[in-house]
T-cell receptor
Framework: KAGVTQTPRYLIKTRGQQVTLSCSPISGHRSVSWYQQTPGQGLQFLFEYFSETQRNKGNFPGRFSGRQFSNSRSEMNVSTLELGDSALYLC??????????????FGPGTRLTVL | AQTVTQSQPEMSVQEAETVTLSCTYDTSENNYYLFWYKQPPSRQMILVIRQEAYKQQNATENRFSVNFQKAAKSFSLKISDSQLGDTAMYFCAFTPPTASKLTFGTGTRLQVTL
């Protein structure tokens, strides 16, 4: 099976712009979670989508949003970018309804730099 | 809210030796899952080992094993016969049983040397 894929791998934006990141989960995985990784704050949970519905949300401002499509692919959007949004954004997928539901498989991440 | 603490920012071990990484957590839940993830330099996060809180038996995956002490809320990772490829950042993580919502520790950077 192919692993979790994320596009693009690298992105450079300027303050005030918006950005959309994409994640394709492992085939058959219907849950997609997003995390932000920074040197200062570490790994922080953004949100989880399952069956096109946001099921859990972390403590991030409303500028961070996401969605999931019927094929389980997910996108996250960050509007009005700030310098502090520079981070590695990780996507992870898992398979609810199985005994290994809580095991999350991570993609390679999208490195976002905000100038 | 759950918290995960890794008190060892960096550790070093010689090849073929054994090393133990520490992790403590805090939660009011009785059932949950604990994980160790490995993030090699510039490479993606890999699941190393998984422990279910309701299971008394410590999980083992080849050279990796855990010491899970539920009452003490401790979850350490032992790596036996360390290999150069074990060099990575190791994260301890917690999740409740009904959500894919990992809470991570700050990580331990492990360097395996010759």
């Amino acid at each position: 099976k192919a692993g979790v894929t994320q596009t693009p791998r690298y992105l450079i934006k300027t303050r005030g712009q918006q950005v959309t990141l994409s994640c394709s989960p492992i085939s058959g995985h219907r849950s997609v979670s997003w995390y932000q990784q920074t040197p200062g704050q570490g790994l922080q949970f953004l949100f989880e989508y399952f069956s096109e519905t946001q099921r859990n949300k972390g403590n991030f401002p409303g500028r961070f949003s996401g969605r999931q499509f019927s094929n389980s692919r997910s996108e996250m959007n960050v509007s009005t970018l700030e310098l502090g949004d520079s981070a590695l954004y990780l996507c992870a997928s898992s398979s609810p309804g199985t005994s290994r539901y809580n095991e999350q498989f991570f993609g390679p991440g999208t490195r976002l730099t905000v100038l | 809210a759950q918290t995960v603490t890794q008190s060892q920012p960096e550790m070093s071990v010689q090849e073929a030796e054994t090393v133990t990484l520490s992790c403590t957590y805090d939660t009011s839940e009785n059932n949950y899952y604990l994980f160790w993830y490995k993030q090699p330099p510039s490479r993606q996060m890999i699941l190393v080992i998984r422990q279910e809180a309701y299971k008394q038996q410590n999980a083992t995956e080849n050279r990796f094993s855990v010491n899970f002490q539920k009452a003490a809320k401790s979850f350490s990772l032992k790596i036996s016969d360390s290999q150069l490829g074990d060099t990575a950042m190791y994260f301890c993580a917690f999740t409740p049983p009904t959500a894919s919502k990992l809470t991570f520790g700050t990580g331990t950077r492990l360097q395996v040397t010759l």
